[in-house]
Nanobody, 122 residues
Framework: QLVESGGGSVQTGGSLRVSCAAS????????MAWFRQAPGKEREGVAA????????FYADSVKGRFTLSEDHSKNTVYLQMDSLKPEDTGMYYC??????????????????WGQGTQVTVS
């Protein structure tokens, strides 16, 4: 089960942090990712990690602005979003797979999804 929280509204240039509390996943072998979907657009990968590898992937559009991190003690994944732009607006979803996926920002690689949290930048 994945439960997101922390979305909201912010002005351009502001920051938000969204969280994803995971249960039922081994923290040493899973893949965790954040996706987003704007109205009328496809769901796109934003950031992903292969837990335990230390490797994090970012979409080009968010590199240098977003930071994915994990707190294994809380079994929670965070996405810190800085220098937000209006084009970052959308529903943000947490996703998980029970193994290391080969294409971490591809949504079809994940079979567990949270309910989403809305991020609005104006």
């Amino acid at each position: 089960q994945l439960v997101e929280s922390g979305g909201g509204s912010v002005q351009t240039g502001g920051s938000l942090r969204v969280s994803c509390a995971a249960s039922g996943f081994s923290s040493s072998t899973r893949s965790m990712a954040w996706f987003r979907q704007a109205p009328g657009k496809e769901r796109e990968g934003v950031a992903a990690t292969l837990s335990g590898s230390g490797i994090i992937f970012y979409a080009d559009s968010v590199k240098g602005r977003f930071t994915l991190s994990e707190d294994h003690s809380k079994n929670t994944v965070y996405l810190q979003m800085d220098s937000l732009k209006p084009e970052d607006t959308g529903m943000y979803y947490c996703a998980a797979a029970r193994w290391w996926v080969d294409v971490p920002l591809q949504r079809t690689k994940y079979n567990y999804w949270g309910q989403g949290t809305q991020v609005t930048v104006s």
